[in-house]
T-cell receptor
Framework: EAQVTQNPRYLITVTGKKLTVTCSQN?????MSWYRQDPGLGLRQIYY???????DKGDVPEGYKVSRKEKRNFPLILESPSPNQTSLYFC?????????????FGNGTRLTVT | SQQGEEDPQALSIQEGENATMNCSYK?????LQWYRQNSGRGLVHLIL?????REKHSGRLRVTLDTSKKSSSLLITASRAADTASYFC????????FGAGTILRVKS
């Protein structure tokens, strides 16, 4: 089944403890992206990648890192999480070099930082 | 900004009625995409309409686009309880930007 898989689904952590949210897609898509969703703010893009080893900042990149060492994987890293990073996170991918074609979303990771 | 702004913020209707959601944006676009999100789950793509198209259908969904008014609408006909979800428009110009969404509740 074609899908974008995120793990974990739920994560509770404490301020400053490094964490990684994994994202993997099995559709051979070029473009991958991370979003965060907060009430009343819609989805905001954190980082995106148009190809292996190519990553770029989105609208809200502060406090996050990503890597794209393989085409299928695009992990999101929070080196020192803070409470304002408590949010619902989504990974998405699309076959083109950008989101001009429809995005396929993972099921989300709900992160709570205390 | 390019961000889509949906209207209304929330909509509650009876099963069988039609639901209309509107989207406005501010800059020129290449296409406009509509997505659905069931409670806390990932977004699912519904329909994409290109800037040179005025109307598009997919099953019970009808999307219109008026580039002169920088607006789009999503019509869901004969709504069902399973249509209860949040709906987002995402205009695409040089990037894809999501609005805050319309929460649709269909009562059975």
């Amino acid at each position: 089944e074609a899908q974008v898989t995120q793990n974990p689904r739920y994560l509770i952590t404490v301020t400053g403890k490094k964490l990684t949210v994994t994202c993997s897609q099995n559709m051979n898509h070029e473009y991958m992206s991370w979003y965060r969703q907060d009430p009343g703010l819609g989805l905001r893009q954190i980082y995106y990648s148009m190809n292996v080893e190519v990553t770029d900042k989105g609208d809200v990149p502060e406090g996050y890192k990503v890597s794209r060492k393989e085409k299928r994987n695009f992990p999101l890293i929070l080196e020192s999480p803070s409470p304002n990073q408590t949010s619902l996170y989504f990974c998405a991918s699309t076959p083109g070099l950008g989101p001009h074609s429809p995005l396929h979303f993972g099921n989300g990771t709900r992160l709570t930082v205390t | 900004s390019q961000q889509g702004e949906e209207d209304p913020q929330a909509l509650s209707i009876q099963e069988g009625e039609n639901a209309t959601m509107n989207c406005s944006y501010k800059t020129s676009i290449n296409n406009l995409q509509w997505y659905r999100q069931n409670s806390g789950r990932g977004l699912v793509h519904l329909i994409l309409i290109r800037s040179n198209e005025r109307e598009k259908h997919s099953g019970r969904l009808r999307v219109t686009l008026d580039t002169s008014k920088k607006s789009s609408s999503l019509l869901i006909t004969a709504s069902r309880a399973a249509d209860t979800a949040s709906y987002f428009c995402a205009p695409y110009g040089n990037k894809l930007v999501f609005g805050a969404g319309t929460i649709l509740r269909v009562k059975s």
